[in-house]
Nanobody
């Protein structure tokens, strides 16, 4: 079983930056595609970005390049670098794993982390 743990969430001012981490254990991360999702209060969970096993990334939000996903299989970690943060980015951010290819559908993912809170506020 693959376990995923997110970290790096914090309270940050508008315009600030954060780097979220998703660290895996239990199984080898490089067998999996990893997606980042977020869920704001009262809203549906939405896809943010995804990275393939080979490191090819796909953005699901119209974030205008503010979010960058990357992975380091040697350290079993996937990152989400977020910059120029806005209050509307406030949400719990989750990473999730599935096999084969990226998907924007949360129901396609097998393993989920518990999430990390990102709050953007002055």
């Amino acid at each position: 079983q693959l376990q995923l743990v997110e970290s790096g969430g914090d309270l940050v001012q508008p315009g600030g930056s954060l780097r979220l981490s998703c660290t895996a254990s239990g199984l080898t991360l490089d067998y999996y595609v990893i997606g980042w999702f977020r869920q704001a209060p009262g809203k549906e969970r939405e896809g943010v970005s995804c990275i393939s096993r080979r490191g090819e990334s796909t953005a699901y939000l119209d974030s205008k390049g503010r979010f960058t996903i990357s992975r380091d299989n040697a350290s079993e970690t996937v990152y989400l670098q977020m910059s120029s943060l806005k209050p509307e980015d406030t949400a719990v951010y989750h990473c999730a794993a599935r096999r084969i290819w990226c998907s924007n559908n949360r129901n396609d993912y097998i393993y989920w982390g518990q999430g990390t809170q990102v709050t953007v506020s002055s």
